[in-house]
């Protein structure tokens, strides 16, 4: 799931999340959920 989002962070200053959720098979919350738990995915 790692590669699903470092796919989707970078293009989503020139595609709608949503859409790059939609295409990736993945939700927003998904995408969001696992920029913010980060940190905690580090320690």
Do not use: N
């Amino acid at each position: 799931m790692r590669i699903k989002h470092l796919f989707i962070a970078p293009h989503a200053k020139d595609y709608a999340v949503s859409t790059l959720c939609c295409l990736l098979e993945v939700s927003r919350g998904w995408f969001y959920g696992y920029k913010s738990s980060e940190p905690a995915r580090q320690a």
